[in-house]
């Protein structure tokens, strides 16, 4: 399934009503903001309905340790699951396109426990760390932060197998166990505990939907996982770049609130987290605005970039001339970059919007007029960052995973460095991070522009690990014969500068 309707004659009453003109594109949007910011949305409406409905009850300190579990668990779930949830992705859609469909849940179910295992870690290390007591909190906030690791590696892997229908199905059954689960808890007398459980019910819900579901496709797990573990393994190893990258990219967001909440102005709340609230909260509003970008770029890739890309595969099958293959490419690079300058378009619109609205939600919030000015110069930095998102992406679609890597390691580096200096100079503020997404996006645009016009070249020399790769490696990418032949030339003396 993919998120386009491509075909729907015959539809008539409510169905020409949610797959038409009308309410289609709304409805197809809405899913891709599900998909690509589900677990987000998960932490939005967890915890304001828990601030509505359970402050009366539990007192500002237990909602402060509750808000703050939730936000440490899905904070911590993703450094491990984002790495192995996207290798696990590669793996079973190479899988399926191939036919063959074997070691997919094998795959799926060795991603989970993987992820799993290493947030535990994690989770631990940061209780021990901190402090975090009494040991009903620091337990529950293990359990939950295995639980979103595990979700982000459930949607991981079915966006790999494009089961974009059973995602949404999966996660709206989960969440809404979470909320009713937290609703009838609001009735007692609930601990914060409590309340965490029912919160990591509906995620545990989830994840072992998506694991029966991926498991009744494709024949479940055969006994031995040791092959999938191998295969796992090994692909990580072949893109550390990649995992890497995206490991930045995810620390990249958080640097900056670290940097604060272990400085002089952070807080700790009674159950030993460290958070500085004038920041976060601001900030959480900021990166809000990123997520139509999100949604965006996966209906533009599941729809004109695969297209464009399925034309110039069928180039290389019809064995064209290189002419017609530089056409392929420029055409592939034209809809690329008009697409990308659509989403770059709407994301402004999305970041002028919110600036104009600052002071009304100033006003909503009660912010301060410290945190008026951190909100708009934030939703400008969200902006630049959704620039560097676009042009990663861009990157990887061009294989070049290293280039990533060095995106990634560039706004990492510049936030914490920045983040530093200027708290040091300045207090807590969000130039930071402006500073450093201005500094990467301008890098990564250059460097994802590059890479887009020599399209062909990466994929047949400069980013084909088949040349450069050990004979063990080839197992997992063979050319086919012809253009073996055809790039045999281009390799050899590319082998030889290599050497």
Not at 3 to 23: E, K, P, S, V
Not at 108 to 118: K, R
Not at 418 to 438: K, M, N, R, T
Not at 479 to 498: C, N, Q, T
């Amino acid at each position: 399934m993919t998120l386009r309707d491509t075909d729907t004659t015959g539809q008539n009453g409510i169905g020409w009503w949610l797959h038409g003109a009308l309410l289609g594109p709304i409805r197809r949007f809405g899913a891709a903001i599900i998909i690509t910011a589900g677990p987000w949305l998960v932490t939005v409406v967890a915890l304001a309905i828990i601030s509505i409905s359970m402050q009366p009850v539990l007192g500002n300190a237990a909602i402060e340790d509750l808000r703050l579990t939730v936000v440490y668990a899905f904070c911590t779930a993703p450094l491990a699951a984002g790495p192995i949830g996207a290798i696990a992705s590669r793996l079973v859609r190479r899988s399926v396109e191939d036919g063959d469909g074997t070691l997919v849940s094998e795959v799926f179910l060795v991603a989970a426990i993987g992820s799993g295992l290493i947030t535990q870690a994690l989770a631990v290390l940061i209780c021990m760390s901190l402090g975090i007591e009494p040991i009903g909190i620091a337990v529950s906030f293990v359990f939950l932060s295995i639980s979103a690791a595990m979700l982000w590696t459930s949607f991981a892997v079915l966006i790999g197998l494009r089961a974009f229908r059973f995602l949404i199905s999966a996660f709206s059954i989960g969440m809404a166990i979470s909320v009713i689960c937290i609703l009838a808890a609001a009735t007692q007398q609930p601990t914060t505990e409590f309340l965490i459980w029912c919160f990591t019910a509906g995620v545990t819900v989830c994840v072992t939907l998506c694991i029966a579901h991926v498991n009744r496709l494709h024949g479940g797990a055969r006994g031995n996982l040791r092959p999938a573990a191998t295969a796992l393994f090994d692909e990580t190893m072949r893109h550390r770049h990649l995992c890497l990258g995206i490991l930045l990219a995810l620390c990249s967001v958080w640097v900056d609130k670290w940097v604060f909440w272990f400085g002089a102005d952070g807080d700790t709340s009674s159950a030993g987290f460290r958070h500085f609230s004038a920041y976060d909260s601001v900030m959480f509003i900021a990166h809000l605005s990123i997520i139509p970008s999100f949604a965006a770029m996966l209906l533009f890739h599941d729809g004109e970039i695969t297209e464009a890309i399925e034309d110039f595969r069928r180039a290389l099958r019809d064995r064209s001339t290189y002419t017609t293959l530089r056409q392929s490419v420029d055409r592939l690079g034209q809809t690329v970059w008009q697409g990308v300058f659509k989403i770059v378009f709407v994301q402004a619109a999305v970041a002028a919007g919110l600036v104009l609205m600052a002071p009304l939600l100033t006003r909503m919030m009660t912010f301060s007029f410290a945190q008026f000015l951190m909100l708009q110069v934030g939703v400008i930095a969200v902006f630049l960052h959704s620039i560097v998102y676009l042009s990663s992406a861009v990157l990887i679609l061009c294989s070049r995973n290293r280039t990533f890597f060095y995106v990634q390691f560039l706004f990492f580096g510049a936030n914490l460095v920045a983040s530093v200096v200027l708290y040091e100079w300045l207090g807590v503020s969000a130039y930071a991070i402006f500073l450093a997404a201005l500094i990467s996006a301008a890098f990564a645009f250059i460097w994802a522009y590059r890479a887009l016009s020599h399209y062909d070249f990466l994929i047949f020399v400069g980013e084909n690990d088949s040349l450069y790769s050990t004979e063990t490696e080839l197992r997992y990418f063979v050319l086919p014969p012809w253009v073996e032949r055809r790039v045999e030339k281009l390799g050899k003396i590319m082998a030889k500068r290599r050497t």
